[in-house]
């Protein structure tokens, strides 16, 4: 019997993909870091501009993402648009409630304290900066913990 928990976590795919097949992932995520890094957008010093509202350079990508997102979905859903293995998108309901919010706030201290989300913490030290290491060991913990704590907190 399936939790609740790991029924709004499927993501309905029903082809495996190969080890080799993965390859084109990992080339688009050299490609994004690449893009990232040059567009200061896992710059530690943006991200802080970001948090002391001194700049909008963050809040202009991020607010490009959204855009970007939510037009994709519809023309997605619109066209019923099949991924590369042929198989339909399902775009679940998920209801909101409080574990969103501590979610949230828990993500965004971490990442105001260290100045990366996980994605870019991969850039920062591809880039050179050993110190995103520990930032980067801890959301794995984090993310651990979660695992183990899970039944526990409010979803």
């Keep these: 019997m399936k939790t609740k928990i790991e029924e709004e976590g499927t993501n309905h795919q029903t082809t495996t993909e190969s080890v080799t097949s993965n390859l084109k992932y990992i080339a688009v995520g050299i490609f994004f870091g690449i893009v990232f890094v040059k567009a200061e957008i896992v710059s530690w010093f943006r991200i802080q501009e970001m948090f002391r509202l001194a700049s909008f350079h963050m809040y202009r990508v991020i607010g490009t993402a959204v855009v970007v997102a939510t ?85």
């Design 71 to 155: 037009i994709s979905t519809l023309i997605i859903k619109q066209f019923k648009i099949k991924t590369i293995q042929g198989e339909e998108v399902i775009f679940s309901e998920r209801p909101f409630n409080k574990g969103n919010i501590i979610g949230g706030l828990c993500f965004g201290l971490g990442w105001a304290m260290t100045g990366a989300c996980p994605g870019p913490m991969y850039g920062l030290i591809g880039s050179g900066f050993p110190v995103f290491i520990i930032a980067l060991l801890s959301a794995v913990a984090g993310t651990y913990v979660y695992g183990l704590l899970q039944n526990k907190l409010p979803h």
